[in-house]
């Protein structure tokens, strides 16, 4: 099946996304936002913690009913498809989720897991989950525990933050501590063994996420290897 006949590359959503923050949005407040994803873009080179081949660390965690979520019983009967992600509150962050859900059945071919990880707070998570009818587990990652042995974490600016404020958003309200550190946007792939085989970022501008096709494609080749070989 061709999926981007039926999902549109993330891109291509970003685009439509665009204009809309551009009508929805003071010009002053996304001159701020596109700014700060720019300086995070320069500023963050090595971004990834881990990479293919290396073993990923085990976690748990709770999803948003609070209930708590084991990789490594996950990766007993999946492969997991691991994203990290900033917020609720992030348009882009809710369009990568969103996008990915579209393409769920086809990561399920391919017998991996969906898991997505944030450091908001479990209710956030359930916000998140029915604001983008989300059908896989969205976890909570209170203090970016998980997230450093992944990705680069970072604490969010002054500018953006007051931003948000002034346009009615409490930015602190989404976490349960105030270190108000994100997680660089970043995509893995897990084997069932623990082996990473995917493992990406778009780097610090958090405007660009990892496209779906190209998880499918390590998806797909692991698979065809396995009953191949």
């Known amino acids: 099946m061709d999926i981007t006949s039926q999902n549109p590359s993330y891109q291509k959503k970003l685009e439509e996304l665009r ?25 963050h080179r090595a971004i990834l913690q881990v990479t293919v081949g290396d073993k990923a660390s085990d976690f748990s965690l709770s999803n948003a009913s609070n209930e708590t979520i084991v990789l490594s019983k996950l990766l007993q009967r999946h492969k997991v498809v691991l994203v990290f992600y900033r917020g609720t509150w992030c348009p882009y962050c809710n369009l990568q989720l969103a996008h990915y859900q579209q393409a769920l059945d086809q990561f399920h071919v391919y017998g991996a897991k969906l898991v997505a990880i944030s450091p908001q707070t479990p209710d956030e998570s359930l916000s998140i989950k029915e604001k983008n009818a989300l059908d896989f587990e969205v976890l909570s990652d209170n203090g970016n525990i998980v997230a450093r042995n992944y990705t680069t974490v970072f604490k969010n600016g002054d500018a953006p933050i007051t931003t948000m404020t002034g346009l009615g958003l409490d930015f602190d309200a989404y976490y349960s501590d105030d270190s108000r550190e994100l997680p660089v946007p970043a995509v893995f792939v897990i084997e069932q ?37």
């Open 19 to 43: 204009k809309n923050l551009g009508k929805l949005l003071p010009d002053d407040a996304l001159t701020v936002f596109d700014a700060d994803a720019t300086t995070l873009q320069e500023k």
């Open 193 to 229: 063994d623990g082996t990473i085989a995917f493992a990406k970022t778009e780097g610090g501008d958090y405007r660009n996420r990892v496209e779906v096709s190209e998880i499918i494609a390590t998806l797909k080749n692991k698979y065809h290897e396995k009953n191949n070989s």
